[in-house]
């Protein structure tokens, strides 16, 4: 079993609806959690961060954590064309090491 | 100011070359960071550099992977005897120090072996 799994996608949507990009991870020992956005030939750039459980707001995106379940979510509202990304999910147990996901592809379409 | 920067953007070598990648982090980073990209697959860690310690070189996939950092700035990434199989994105980050969470990507190097 992989440490992080992601599904790959692509996931298509319409513009303007609600997106879920979600992780599942097996180290109970994590408790720092990225969500990076990568656009096509680009390097990723770090969308959202989350210590422990709870939620994070920043804007359109919040990001989820369910600790008891090893669950790691996040949310696009009003999404747009320019969501268009692979986003891809790195929990950390603090260490220097993050664990990435394969990422998920999301096309947002006009 | 100026981000993480990589060359060359791309390489086409034939199997059996050495090839020869390179990160320049942003200016005062203390941390740095090899992964490798390939299709279908996240991003698999290969080495990391943090101020004067000795690198973690733990996810380099065999000994034809070697790396350094001069000076604690430039790194430069080696792959001698070039396989099919190391075809890939290869992407350098930067971060502040150890302690902090974000870390800062490069735009990769696409390394094509034919």
């Known amino acids: 079993q992989k440490e992080v799994e992601q599904d790959p996608g692509p996931l298509s949507v319409p513009e303007g609806a609600i997106v879920s990009l979600n992780c599942t991870y097996s180290n109970s020992a994590f408790q720092y959690f990225m969500w990076y956005r990568q656009y096509s030939r680009k390097g990723p750039e770090l969308l959202m961060y989350t210590y422990s459980s709870g939620n994070k707001e920043d804007g359109r995106f919040t990001a989820q954590v369910d600790k008891s379940s090893k669950y790691i979510s996040l949310f696009i509202r009003d999404s747009q064309p320019s969501d268009s990304a692979t986003y891809l999910c790195?929990?950390?147990?603090?260490?220097?090491?993050?664990?990435f996901g394969t990422g998920t592809r999301l096309k947002v379409l006009a | 100011g100026a981000g993480v920067s990589q060359s060359p953007s791309n390489k086409v070598t034939e199997k059996g070359k050495d090839v020869e990648l390179r990160c320049d982090p942003i200016s005062g980073h203390t941390a740095l960071y090899w992964y490798r990209q390939s299709l279908g697959q996240g991003l698999e860690f290969l080495i990391y550099f943090q101020g004067n310690s000795a690198p973690d070189k733990s996810g380099l996939p065999s000994d034809r992977f070697s790396a350094e950092r001069t000076g604690g700035s430039v790194s430069t990434l080696t792959i001698q005897r070039t396989q099919q199989e190391d075809s890939a994105v290869y992407l350098c980050a930067s971060r502040v120090t150890s302690a902090s969470y974000e870390q800062y990507f490069g735009p990769g190097t696409r390394l094509t072996v034919t």
């Open positions: 790195a929990p950390s147990s603090g260490t220097y090491k993050y664990i």
